[in-house]
C-alpha cells in the first residue's frame, strides 16, 4: 500500500511540474503576445500620424503653391501685353514656355489634391447609380467628344454602393483616357458595359486607343509613372494612381487587359447596392 501511495504521489509530483512549465509557458507567450499586441498598436498609431501629416502636407503645401502660380502667370501676362513690341521674338518664345510650365503646374496641383481628397473622404453607405455618373461623364466630355469625332457606348449600368464625387472622377478619367491616348487616323471609341456576380459590379471600359505594352501594365497605377512625353500626351502621370485609389477605398478591385495598337480595357469591381 505505502508503494502504490509513494507511486502515486511521484506522478502527482510529475504532473504538478508538468503544470508549473505549461503555465510559465503560457505566461511567457501571453506576456510576448501583449507586448507584440502594444508594439503593433504603438506602429499603428504612429502610421496613423505619419499618414495624416502627409496628407496635411500635401494639402497645405498644394494649396500653398497655387500663391506664387498665380503671381508667375500674371505678371508674365503683364509682360506679354504691355511689353510685346519691345519683346524679341526668343522673349515671346520665353514667355510661351513660361505660361505652359504654369498650367502644367496648376494642373499637377490640383490632380494632388483630388488624390489628397480621395484618401480624406469617407465613403459614404449611399447608393450611386452608375447610369447618372456615366450621363454626367459623357457630358463633361462632349467638347472632346465633337472635336474628335469619337463615339462612348454604355451599356446597362448597375447601382453601387459609394461616394458619387470619387465615383464620376473615375469614369471621367477611364473614358478620358480613352479619348485621348487614340490612334493616329482612328476615331476614338469608349464602350462602357457591366455585370452583376457575388454582390459586385463588373464593370469593363474597353477603347480603340494605342494600348499597353504588357510589361507597363501595373506601372501606369503609380504616380508620376508616364509612358509617353508631354509633347506626345499631356498630364501628370496621377489619372490611372487616382482611379485604382478611388475603386480601394471602394473595397473593389482593378486591373487591365491591353494589345498594343489595338486598345485598353480597364477592369473594376464595385460593391453592388
Known sequence: MSDELADAEKRIALLERKLNRERSAREEAEGLLEQKSLELFSRNQALGRSNAELEQFAYVASHDLQAPLRSISSFSQLLARNERDNLSEDGQEFLGLINESVVQMRQLIQDLLAFSRVQRDEIPDTPVPLAEVLADVRSR???????????????????????????????????????????????????????????????????????????????????????????????????????????????????????????????????LA
Open 141 to 271: 466630355l462632349r467638347a472632346a467628344v465633337d472635336e474628335d469625332g469619337a463615339q462612348i457606348e454604355v451599356g446597362d449600368m448597375p447601382t453601387v454602393i459609394g461616394h458619387s464625387g470619387q465615383l464620376t472622377q473615375l469614369f471621367q478619367n477611364l473614358v478620358g483616357n480613352g479619348l485621348k491616348f487614340c490612334r493616329d487616323g482612328v476615331a476614338p471609341a469608349v464602350k462602357v458595359t457591366a455585370k452583376c456576380s457575388g454582390g459586385k459590379a463588373i464593370i469593363r471600359v474597353e477603347d480603340n486607343g494605342i494600348g499597353i505594352a504588357p510589361e507597363h501594365h501595373q506601372r501606369v497605377f503609380e504616380m508620376f509613372k508616364r509612358l509617353h512625353t508631354q509633347e506626345e500626351y499631356e498630364g501628370t502621370g496621377i489619372g490611372l494612381a487616382l482611379c485604382r485609389k478611388i475603386v480601394d477605398r471602394h473595397n473593389g478591385d482593378m486591373d487591365l487587359e491591353s494589345v498594343p495598337g489595338e486598345g485598353t480595357t480597364f477592369i473594376l469591381t464595385l460593391p
